[in-house]
Every structure is written in structure tokens, then in C-alpha cells.
């Protein structure tokens, strides 16, 4: 019952990760029977002589219309040995209660791997895992063997004692010892192992696919594209590879790749609910959030219970600032996926947005309860604590993100903001330097520094830094306002007026005041 359970296990987990790409009813009833019968004897040989070991042994190519010859002779071989057995329950083995041994022992063997071997699992024809419980009943007619001859009831005429039987059996005790050693090492993780399957079949797409998505999650964005693009060289048309490699793309920034990824993918499988998702997220990627969310909706409809599509929908209604539906898709997320603390933090970033802070803290508690280590909803917390006055709290949740995600520009620059607002200016221009060491390129890092700059009096300094500021983003009407500032304290009121109507221009109503006092 425990063989036909893993049996059934490893059918749906394959084809659970592998939708639409099974190679498993590729075959006619005819070929079915020669794969069972070589699936048996490649166990019994590996059973005897464990050689050209593979996490997977894959299904065999018959686009020519037949298979290769060892899996026909494999069905002939197979009751050779089926009829050895019988012919040498001679009355010898009878009397040593061998003939019952052999039987039930071959027997149990031959059910309970055939039971995992009806259906190929996924793209794999035999693997060595799949035979831990039918391998028992091997190990039952060999050690009811050893037994026999330990106790002289059973005497072979090619060993001269019962010494060089146990001498045979230790030296296979300790090779097999070795080769599981080494195994050891092979599994070691996703990226080990499959290196190794590849290198037996390095021309199975699968093998790179796999690898692909082991290196996809480690965040190994270059190599795993590279893999996805071996896989898709062997098989074009692989939908699920298509929707893994613009998942890469986007990732990598390369929008455009990733949406002729997503289109072929759509094209391949108009049905197929993740390839409209992740087209929805390459558009909004690029900015266009309306043809997004008719993605997000289209791949909803496909799959009512996608948690995901929900999520990433939130995020463009946030995009546009549709708050109410925002929230209406994370809750609905949630529902789906009550364990996903990104969720709970992406809700707690939108009550936080209409000012409902009490309900955002909630939900950032949530996620952190989940997710302990999620770096980012201690920033977001933080700054909601800071918001309801609660600086402690909001401290607290700072550090704890910094200690988590020591190279985090946000968390510095939020606990910089912090420090400013409690007069500890020293330890903001220090969080301030570590946040523009880690991230040059961050417009806000110097706008902040620029206005630590400003508290001590260094206003060229400030100034410096609000141009370094503008040139990252000139958009920000609040540099613009601060630096006019600084150059009002040094007597450019010319300059400083210049500032301030860019600032007013932008929409920063302080910065008219500021004109109608000082530019006329």
C-alpha cells in the first residue's frame, strides 16, 4: 500500500509541475507494455550491478514510429527470468523453504513496481528512488539465501565454502556503501543534481528546465535564462518553459523579451490563466496599467481561485490609485492564500494609503507573524508606528529590518527620516551615508542628506546634494522647494525663486507662499 501511495504521489506531483507538457500518453498501448516490461529488468539489473545512476531516466523518443531495440527485447527477457525462477524451485529449494521465498519475494517485487510504473510519472520512465519498497522483496530472497547457506541447508556447487558467499556479499556491502556516499553528494541541491542529469542527457529539454526553475528562485536570473533558452532550443513550443524564461526577463529588466515570451506562450495556449498573468505584469512593468489589469481579469475568469492574478491586480488598482478595488483583490487573495505574508503587507500598504493606519499595522503584524524575516514589512510597519506617534515601535521595526536586510536603502533612509524627526542628526547622516554607499543612484537618499545638511548649517553642502538629488529625478517639487531654501540662507534670492516656482509649478502649494514673500 506505502509503493502505490509514493507511486500515485510522484504521478500527480509531476504533473502538477508539468500542466499540458506530459509525455506520458505519447504512447500506444503496445509501447506501454515493452516500457513496463524494460522499466522491470533495467530494476532488476540495477538491483544487481547499480551502474549510469540518474535521478531521471526519461521516456524514450519514437517520432520514428518505433522504440529502440533493448525496450522489445526487454518483454521476451523478462519471462526468461520469470520462467528461471519457476524452473529452479526445484525440490532442493523446497526443502530449504526457498521455492516460497523466491515466489513471493519476485512477486512482491514485480506488483508493487508495476504500480508505479502503468503511468510514467511526468517525462521519466524509471528512476531509482521509485524502488525503495519493491527493492524489499529482492533483499528478502537474498538475505533468505545468505540464511540458508550460514545454516548449511543449502549447499552451491561454484563456492567452495560458505566464507567466500559472505566475503561476495561484504565487498557488495561496502561498493554499495561508496556509490550511496557519492549519491549523497549528487543530491545535494536542485542545482547539483540536475548538472549531473543533464550531463547524462544533454539533450533532454527537461533536464535545463528544471535546472532553470532551481536557478530562477535562487535569484540566479543570467544562468537560469540561460538554461530556459537550451530547454526551449530542444522543444520550441514548451508553454511552461515560455512562462518561466519571461519571468526571468522581467526580472532582468527586459521587458520586451518577456512580452514575446508571453505572447507565444498565449498563442501556443490561449487557455492558460499564468501566461496572462505574467503578460499583465510585463505591462505593468512598462507603465501601461489599464492593459494590465485586462490581463489580471482574463487570467481571473480562466482560474476563479488564482490567488496571484488577485495580487498583482491590487497592485495595478494601487497603480492607479483605485484604493477600494485594491483592497477588494487582496482581501480576495487572501482568502485563497491565508498563509502568503506578502499579501497581508500588500493590504497593509493600501489601508496605510487612505489613512486607515490601525488596520495597515494589523496586517503588517500578520505578515510578520508568518514571515518573520520579511525585511520589508518591518519598513512599512515602521513607518505606520512613526505615523500614530509610536517612535519606539517604530525604531524597533527599523533595526529589526536592517538586521534582517543589512543592504536595504529604504530601512536607512527611513530610520535617517527617524532620527531627524527625534534631533539624533548625527546618527541620521551616518544612516543617510550608508544608504547612498549601498544605492549611488537614489534620488531620495541625497534629498535627505541635503536636508541633514541644512540642519547643521552646511547649506552648500545641502545644495550639492539637492543637484545630485535632481539630476537622479527632477521631479520632486520637495527638493526643489528645500534647495531654494538653502539658496535664500545664502542670499540667492534669485536662485531661490527659480527653485520655488519650479517647485509651485509641480504642484507644492508652501513654495507659492515662499514667492509671494521673497520674489516680489
Known amino acids: 500500500m506505502l509503493s502505490i501511495l509514493f507511486g500515485i504521489l510522484a504521478i500527480l506531483s509531476q504533473q502538477l509541475a508539468e500542466p499540458s507538457n506530459s509525455l506520458s500518453f505519447s504512447y500506444s498501448l503496445i509501447e ?204 520550441p513550443g514548451l508553454v511552461l518553459c515560455l512562462i518561466n524564461r519571461g519571468i526571468v526577463k522581467i526580472n532582468l529588466n527586459d521587458y520586451k523579451g518577456a512580452m514575446q515570451d508571453c505572447n507565444k506562450a498565449i498563442a501556443l495556449k490561449p487557455d492558460f490563466a499564468e501566461a496572462y498573468n505574467n503578460r499583465g505584469y510585463v505591462y505593468y512593468g512598462l507603465g501601461d496599467i489599464k492593459s494590465a489589469i485586462l490581463d489580471y481579469n482574463k487570467a481571473i475568469l480562466l482560474k476563479p481561485e488564482f490567488a496571484d492574478a488577485y495580487n498583482n491586480r491590487g497592485l495595478a488598482y494601487e497603480g492607479l490609485s483605485n484604493m477600494k478595488s485594491a483592497i477588494f483583490d487582496y482581501s480576495q487573495s487572501i482568502l485563497l492564500e491565508p498563509n502568503i505574508a506578502k499579501l497581508y503587507n500588500n493590504r497593509g500598504n493600501a489601508y496605510f494609503k487612505t489613512g486607515n493606519v490601525k488596520s495597515a499595522i494589523i496586517d503588517y503584524d500578520k505578515a510578520i507573524l508568518l514571515e518573520p524575516e520579511f525585511a520589508e514589512t518591518y519598513i512599512n510597519r515602521g513607518i505606520a508606528n512613526e505615523g500614530l506617534g509610536n517612535l519606539k515601535s517604530a525604531m524597533f521595526d527599523y533595526n529589526k529590518a536592517i538586521q534582517l536586510n543589512p543592504k536595504s536603502t529604504k530601512a536607512y533612509n527611513s530610520r535617517c527620516l527617524l532620527k531627524i524627526n527625534t534631533k539624533d542628526i548625527s546618527g541620521a547622516l551616518n544612516d543617510i551615508n550608508i544608504a547612498i554607499t549601498l544605492s549611488p543612484d537614489n534620488a531620495e537618499a541625497y534629498s535627505y542628506r541635503g536636508i541633514i545638511k541644512m540642519a547643521i548649517q552646511d547649506y552648500e553642502g545641502s545644495i550639492e546634494d539637492f543637484n545630485f538629488s535632481l539630476k537622479l529625478n527632477p521631479n520632486d517639487n520637495r527638493v526643489y522647494y528645500n534647495r531654494g531654501i538653502s539658496r535664500l540662507i545664502l542670499k540667492d534670492t534669485n536662485g531661490a525663486c527659480d527653485d520655488w516656482k519650479k517647485s509651485m509649478e509641480q504642484g507644492n502649494d508652501a513654495a507659492s507662499q515662499m514667492i509671494r514673500q521673497y520674489c516680489y
Open 32 to 235: 506501454r507494455i515493452f516500457l513496463l516490461s524494460y522499466s522491470i529488468v533495467f530494476y532488476i539489473i540495477q538491483f544487481i550491478a547499480p551502474f549510469n545512476l540518474s535521478a531521471m531516466h526519461y521516456l524514450p523518443d519514437n517520432n520514428g514510429g518505433f522504440l529502440a531495440w533493448q525496450y522489445y527485447a526487454s518483454l521476451p527477457f523478462l519471462l526468461f527470468i520469470i520462467w528461471l525462477i519457476f524452473r529452479n524451485t526445484s525440490s532442493k529449494y523446497r526443502q530449504t523453504g526457498l521455492q516460497k521465498v523466491m515466489v513471493s519475494g519476485f512477486f512482491f517485487f514485480l506488483i508493487t513496481i508495476s504500480v508505479m510504473l502503468y503511468v510514467p510519472a511526468g517525462f521519466t520512465l524509471t528512476a531509482e528512488r521509485y524502488t525503495y519498497i519493491p527493492y524489499i522483496g529482492l533483499f528478502y530472497i537474498a538475505g533468505q539465501w545468505i540464511s540458508n547457506i550460514r545454516e548449511k541447508q543449502l549447499r552451491l556447487a561454484f563456492f567452495t565454502s560458505k566464507n567466500a558467499v559472505f566475503a561476495m556479499f561484504s565487498v557488495i556491502i561496502i561498493v554499495f556503501s561508496c556509490l550511496t556516499w557519492v549519491r549523497i553528494g549528487v543530491w545535494k541541491n536542485g542545482d547539483v543534481l540536475f548538472t549531473e542529469v543533464i550531463k547524462k542527457n544533454p539533450y533532454i529539454f527537461h533536464g535545463y528546465m528544471v535546472r532553470g526553475n532551481v536557478k530562477r528562485s535562487n535569484g540566479d536570473y543570467q544562468d537560469a535564462l540561460k538554461d530556459y533558452n537550451k530547454a526551449l532550443e530542444y522543444k
